[in-house]
């Protein structure tokens, strides 16, 4: 008798080691999807920058109810909604798919113009909102950041771009105590251009004209993304009174967005 259960035992461990290592593997490749926003205030506009990216070793399928990919809801600090990404609009009521192979990611940018929101700090938080993963239910990814929204820039105001693919001519007004400001250029990933120190003559009172021309190799430019300029000022090793510029949206064919 102790034999047969001992042979049954066995013959269960044989069925389901293999069935459990299957689940543990994927389980485990799941955890490598990783879902995260970005939220870039400039004067009126905030855009959002939403990654979703594969980090496992093998490929992710995900699969969505609609045209809806994505969630994004804006509070104030006292909680109350100010901005909800899918409002008034209406999506598609057809199955989508995106397929990420190992190491992929894909990217979409939100643009809300005209926020008219008060100085203060606000909450974003986003949902990827798939409803199967590798054809298996799935509850989805969520992220949450802060975003600070300033009465106004002290240093920087009246920024413009002009040019693409790369080339960039910006002007704008600035005005500094200390007779210099700094840049960088990047795009979410990568630093494009390093702290570039800018001098200008030095005035508290009076606004003056600043030019900056940007040449970015087509190399280096992101194929699915955003390319900002952050403007800022340095006290000590402390950045203040930064000021993000984006130069340019980029975006794949294949990208899906929000409509």
Do not use: C
Not at 56 to 61: F, K, Q, T, V
Not at 65 to 92: H, M, P, R, T, W
Not at 154 to 175: A, C, S
């Amino acid at each position: 008798m102790v034999k047969k259960i001992l042979l049954v035992f066995f013959l269960f461990t044989l069925v389901v080691a293999p069935f459990t290592t299957v689940l543990g593997a994927e389980s485990e490749e799941y955890d490598k999807l990783l879902f995260f926003i970005e939220p870039i205030v400039d004067g009126s506009t905030v855009q959002f920058e939403l990654i979703v990216r594969n980090e496992g070793e093998a490929p992710i399928h995900l699969e969505f109810s609609n045209a809806q990919l994505y969630e994004i809801i804006v509070a104030d600090k006292e909680g109350n909604q100010v901005y909800q990404f899918s409002q008034e609009k209406g999506f598609a009521q057809m199955i989508q798919h995106i397929r990420l192979k190992p190491g992929e990611d894909k990217t979409w940018i939100e643009t809300w113009e005209n926020h008219a929101l008060p100085k203060g700090s606000y909450q974003v938080a986003a949902e990827l909102v798939a409803k199967k993963i590798n054809g298996k239910p799935f509850k989805g990814l969520k992220d949450s950041t802060m975003m600070k929204v300033p009465m106004h820039n002290p240093m920087f105001k009246d920024i413009t771009v002009q040019g693409e693919k790369g080339d960039y001519y910006v002007k704008g007004l600035t005005r500094t105590v200390e007779g210099k400001f700094y840049y960088t250029v990047e795009d979410g990933h990568n630093q494009q251009v390093t702290e570039t120190k800018m001098k200008i003559n030095k005035s508290e009172k009076q606004w003056k004209d600043f030019a900056i021309n940007l040449s970015i190799p087509t190399e280096k430019l992101p194929s699915n993304g955003s390319l900002i300029l952050h403007l800022y000022e340095r006290k000590g090793m402390e950045i203040i009174n930064s000021y993000p510029v984006v130069l340019e949206d980029f975006y794949e064919k294949d990208t899906q967005r929000g409509k």
